[in-house]
């Protein structure tokens, strides 16, 4: 049994866990809702930033830690102005989502993935296992930040500093 636990701990140490740079065309292509309602791609959204940064903050109407986290994105808001803040919801219900952005006066560009936290290819993509999460895109469309889960991360700040 000793043997077995060795085996299976050193295979464990010698896998990477590599980070990826880009999203994947299943990821680009899921669909995602705008505040009036009209459909369109992940990529046709993404790919109106080309040129700046896009801090993606991926968050909830139910979520508490998303709403704990706010007063930090907020702050990012006012120090990095030229950064572009994308809030993608995984709300189900269209008309909750959009009393939170009113409720609590969500600042930024607003899409809703209807299928929830645990449908569909984008949430599939980053592995959403919790909200808030926090991505970072750099002008080039590439991921500097694949995984924050709080508002505070250093690296959130690195990654916009970041050239």
């Not at 899409?111 to 592995?127: A, L, Q, R, S, T």
């Not at 296992?129 to 700040?157: C, H, M, Q």
Request: some cysteine; glycine content about 4%; proline content about 3%.
């Amino acid at each position: 049994m000793k043997k077995i636990i060795i085996v299976f701990l050193v295979f464990l140490s010698s896998c990477t866990f590599e980070t990826p740079t880009q999203f994947s065309e299943k990821a680009l292509n899921d669909k995602v809702t705008s505040l009036n309602g009209t459909q369109s791609t992940f990529k046709e959204i993404i790919n109106q930033y080309k040129g700046k940064k896009v801090l993606i903050d991926v968050w909830a109407s139910w979520c508490a830690d998303c709403f704990k986290s706010l007063p930090k994105v907020k702050q990012l808001q006012k120090d990095f102005p030229d950064v572009v803040y994308l809030f993608l919801s995984v709300d189900e219900k269209s008309t909750s989502w959009k009393r939170a952005i009113q409720r609590f006066k969500i600042e930024g560009e607003h899409y809703n993935f209807p299928k929830g936290m645990k449908n569909g290819d984008f949430v599939d993509f980053i592995n959403l296992n919790w909200i808030p999460r926090y991505i970072v895109v750099d002008e080039n469309g590439g991921i500097k930040l694949f995984k924050a889960t709080k508002s505070s991360d250093k690296r959130i700040v690195e990654a916009l500093n970041s050239k």
